[in-house]
């Protein structure tokens, strides 16, 4: 029985049975729940240890690599420099082996054939002096990757790479400099002869991949270490701007843009590059 029926017309509503002892038991406060602390991602958290095999050698060593399938991709830089967020993959496009010393970009490291590993045995490995002490922490950092990369470049010149090897591991090396001479412009103890030499390695390994490409589309045929040849043209056109030589970069658009293998996305932006170089030319 409801002992309180009637006291609808009151505006309460009582279905439940009538226990006058229920607000004397204490209630449980309900703590508020936290917020979760936002998670900082760091460089550390995208690399993992991997085994690796030197096909000079035959010796297996762990390697540093990045796991790109977390990777955010980031809007590329002129010349597509690729960019991640909290990463910078470039760091990690290289295989060096401890033991021998050969190195080269990490998609060509194990691409070598009998007469070029007698090469590098009978050029690169005898002068090559292994580091017994090198200490690497949990993730590679500018000045060691740049180290690797240029025995990378000693490596595609004594084994006699095709042009185009030798030119994308300068501009490895060039986009890891530039990248180091952005985190000067933040840092106010940065020392000044270290930011000059950054600069001009930057600018002497640019040129370098610069002539290198040019020379490679002329002699080469595609694809380029890789790379689609519309891809590097397009790279081109915009080192060329970099160096200002303006018609060289107009001709390697023209011929983008009228090439019915140039995709529609590609050719907006070579008309988008068009557009700038008038800009400049009038200024």
């Known amino acids: ?3 309180l ?29 936290k917020a979760a602390a936002p998670v900082v991602k760091q460089e550390k958290d995208f690399v993992i240890d991997k085994k690796a095999r030197c096909p000079v050698c035959d010796k297996e060593f762990l390697i540093k690599a990045v796991l790109t399938t977390k990777l955010k991709r980031l809007e590329p830089d002129f010349d597509l420099r690729p960019n991640y967020e909290h990463v910078d993959k470039c760091k990690y496009d290289f295989i060096s082996c401890p033991r021998c010393g050969y ?3 990490d998609t060509t490291f194990s691409k070598i054939d009998t007469a070029r590993v007698k090469l590098i045995k009978a050029e690169f490995c005898p002068s090559f002096k292994p580091q017994a002490n090198e200490k690497i922490g949990d993730t ?15 490596c595609t010149m004594k084994k006699r790479a095709k042009m185009s090897e030798k030119a994308y ?51 080469e045929t595609p694809p380029y270490c890789g790379m689609a040849a519309e891809a590097v043209e397009f790279m081109l056109a915009n080192m060329s701007v970099h160096y200002k030589k303006y018609d060289a970069a107009m001709k390697i658009l023209a011929r983008l843009i009228q090439s019915a293998s140039t995709s529609r996305k590609l050719k907006d932006k070579c008309i988008e590059l068009k ?9």
């Not at 505006?11 to 406060?29: R, T, V, W």
């Open 1 to 3: 029985m409801n002992l």
């Open 5 to 33: 029926s009637g006291m609808e017309k009151f505006g309460f509503s009582m279905d439940e049975e009538l226990n006058i002892l229920a607000d004397d038991k204490p209630k449980k406060e309900v703590a508020p729940k």
């Open 103 to 105: 190195s080269a970009l």
């Open 140 to 154: 590679y950092t500018y000045e060691y990757s740049i180290e690797k990369f240029k025995l990378a470049l000693i």
């Open 169 to 219: 591991v300068c501009l490895k090396i060039a986009w890891l400099r530039r990248a180091q001479l952005k985190e000067f412009e933040n840092d106010e103890k940065a020392n000044p002869k270290v930011v000059e030499m950054v600069k001009k390695e930057y600018e002497g390994f640019y040129a370098q991949a610069y002539e290198g490409f040019m020379k490679a589309v002329s002699q």
């Open 275 to 283: 557009d700038q170089i008038v800009a400049e030319q009038g200024k």
